[in-house]
């Protein structure tokens, strides 16, 4: 699984950085949320738990997939993201 980052916006206000990115998966499944945030924090110098997935879609036929991602570097702004982003991504506590 390679990640390849296409496009990253600063955004200073929200103290985040929102990041478009693909993956390309040889002859294999789309990767999971954990995978792939894992992954790019480690690309992005950012701890996991500061990594947000947004969205990751699978281009059909292709073995790649796009995604969304938030990578924070304040963590009290993570609470400007959904609860269910939250949850989705194992950040978020059970209602």
């Not at 390679?2 to 993956?23: Q, S």
């Not at 059909?60 to 997939?65: A, D, E, W």
């Amino acid at each position: 699984m390679d990640i390849d980052i296409v496009e990253k916006t600063e955004n200073p206000l929200l103290h985040r950085t929102e990041v478009v990115f693909e993956i390309s998966h040889d002859q294999a499944a789309t990767p999971s949320r954990e995978t792939v945030a894992a992954k790019l924090a480690a690309i992005m110098n950012a701890d996991r738990e500061h990594t947000i997935i947004k969205s990751i879609k699978s281009q059909f036929g292709l073995n790649r997939s796009l995604g969304y991602a938030n990578v924070y570097t304040n963590p009290e702004a993570i609470g400007i993201e959904p609860k269910y982003v939250l949850k989705r991504n194992g950040l978020g506590g059970e209602e």
